[in-house]
């Protein structure tokens, strides 16, 4: 179907020539020589596009595009604005304006071409995204799985839904099932960016608690296994104690009968075309319902690879799930957060809070704790010693001997977030933010020559550590 495109020009020379060269690609174009005729046609046909020149009369061809903004068949269209190089300072640089681009005369056809089709492709994804999520909805994610096919890429394509998300819904309401969702979404965000596949990956959603990304095959796992990992940590403190506790919810079925049902979990399905020469999305989207089905029949989080092109005799062969990646991802103790509010320390309400910090800021749910003042440094610092199972150490009050300053650069130290507590004949005792670097630790050996024993520091005394001593540091 040919975009439809209402072009707004007193001028009959340039009206005839703007139609003449709009025709030549396919649209379908309607004129308008006044603003009262324009408002008309938006009235009547709802356009992909206007094109308005800036001396319309008897409305000027700024105050028309307010005016079609403001109808209902104009609500959302892109209108490029037509004006003369004296014009543009002033145009910008009005307080209100509706339009959403700007040609300045005169100008080629390429150029035409290049303003239109970056505005109809961005109005085109505006109506697309989805409205809880923003992100892009079933036709982008099904033309960039087409545009990879016909380049002939490799790629994974990872369908993400939430298992039990139904009942989470019926129990606490539509509003907190929204929270969740748009929880998965900066989650699957936050995953792909750990595993440094965000730059080359495309995030979609389908509706509903249905996602899509498509990655390369290669960090196609770690990307999985970070997510699920996120979720199973942190989607517990969206219920409330006594749910999480018995790890059910009970809700009525359709006929009226209260039913237990497990908290919520995460199923991703991943396809690739490593080994299969798939021809389009559909293909792709059949084998993927396949092992989505096989993964609902699973309890918890799973992560599921269709390998059977490879070839194997069974789907259950092909299992890259959490039965056989448990150990990777279960940890010997559990989130701070929850281990927090068992003692009592924090409240729930407290910590869904510090949960939705986390998650909008990336801030460590520890940090966000400190700084709302319900657990203090060394509540923190002593559970997450047992956590991590690296020793504590409070950097308040620490100063750096003439020794320890040799050490490491400034520069190293602020960006690796270390600083050196203790040196022995062959060690050095290093108090790090992220104690489990082993990148880092082995860059300080190799820089030292001596063997790090790391300590773990919180992220604000950390701070505090640098701005006590910037005189040194500057």
């Known amino acids: 179907m040919a975009y439809k495109i209402l072009v707004a020009e007193k001028d009959s020379a340039s009206l005839a020539l703007l139609e003449t060269r709009l025709k030549a690609r396919g649209y379908d174009v309607f004129l308008a020589t006044h603003s009262d005729e324009a408002i008309r046609l938006v009235q009547k046909v709802r356009f992909d596009l ?3 020149a800036s001396a319309m009369e008897p409305v000027d061809g700024v105050d028309l595009a307010q005016k079609i903004k403001q109808t209902m068949k104009g609500l959302g269209v892109s209108i490029i604005l037509i004006a003369d190089e004296n014009e543009i300072s002033e145009l910008v640089l009005s307080r209100e304006h509706g339009f ?4 300045i005369k005169p100008f080629d056809a390429f150029s035409l071409q290049l303003r239109m089709m970056l505005n109809l492709t961005r109005a085109r994804e ?12 079933s036709i982008a994610i099904e033309e960039n799985i087409q545009r990879r096919l016909d380049r002939n890429e490799v790629f994974s394509v990872c369908y993400i839904d939430i298992n039990h998300f139904k009942s989470f819904n019926d129990r606490y309401g539509f509003n907190r099932g929204d929270s969740v969702i748009r929880h998965l979404a900066q989650l699957i965000s936050k995953s792909l960016e750990t595993t440094g596949a965000k730059q080359t990956s495309f995030i979609g959603h389908i509706g509903g608690d249905d996602f899509v990304v498509i990655t390369t095959p290669e960090l196609e796992a770690s990307f999985a296994q970070e997510c699920l990992q996120e979720f199973d940590r942190i989607i517990p403190t969206y219920y409330e104690e006594a ?6 919810v009970f ?3 359709r006929n009226g009968v209260p039913m237990a049902f497990p908290l919520m979990s995460l199923s ?9 020469p798939y021809r389009n999305v559909a293909e792709i989207s059949s084998d993927a319902a396949e092992v989505k089905q096989y993964l609902k029949t699973q309890p918890g989080s799973h992560y599921l690879r269709d390998r059977r092109a490879k070839p194997v005799s069974s789907l259950e062969e092909s299992m890259e799930i959490l039965s056989q990646n448990q150990d990777k991802r279960k940890t010997t103790t559990k989130p701070l957060g929850q281990m927090l509010l068992e003692m009592g320390l924090i409240t729930e309400e407290e910590l869904n809070h510090a949960v939705r910090r986390h998650i909008e800021t990336g801030e460590r749910i520890g940090q966000v704790l400190i700084r709302m003042n319900v657990v203090t440094s060394a509540d923190v610092g002593r559970f997450l010693e047992e956590k991590l199972n690296v020793s504590y150490v409070s950097l308040r ?3 750096l001997s003439e020794d320890l300053a040799r050490i490491l650069t400034e520069e190293f130290i602020r960006a690796h977030r270390v600083v050196p507590l203790a040196l022995g004949d062959s060690f050095l005792e290093l108090a790090m933010v ?6 880092t630790i082995a860059l300080v050996e190799e820089i030292s020559g001596l063997k790090v024993v790391p300590k773990f520091a919180l992220e604000n005394e950390f701070e505090e550590f640098l701005e006590k001593n910037h005189q040194w540091l500057s």
Not at 243 to 248: H, L, M, V
């Open 243 to 248: 749910d999480r506790k018995q790890k059910s």
């Open 268 to 276: 991703i399905a991943a396809i690739t075309n490593l080994h299969l």
């Open 251 to 253: 809700v009525k079925n």
């Open 434 to 439: 992220d104690p489990v670097n082993h990148d």
């Open 397 to 399: 009050g620490h100063a």
């Open 126 to 137: 505006r109506l697309e995204a989805n409205p809880l999520t923003s992100l892009p909805g």
């Open 50 to 52: 206007v094109l308005i």
């Open 100 to 103: 959403d681009d700007f040609l």
